[in-house]
């Protein structure tokens, strides 16, 4: 999964470098901890966060295949 938001995240921001993607587990959910830069942080979340959600459903979506309940945080550096 961690993989999968790497490559959606990497295809949007300008600098491959201003991310960090980490997965931490909490029981039976799993959070995924996306930090980026200030600089790149509207390009991951988009106009009215419609990138972020959208990132949110395929992380959702996935991790229901996976067996587990993922969520997604967006952290700004």
Known sequence: MEE?????????????DSFAVQTVKEGENTVINITVDKKEIGK????????????????KAAGKDAGGKYYVDIIEK
């Open 4 to 16: 999968l938001v790497k490559y959606i995240i990497s295809a949007l921001v300008d600098d491959k």
């Open 44 to 59: 991951v979340i988009g106009k009215q966060g419609r990138i972020a959600k959208a990132i949110r459903m395929l992380v």
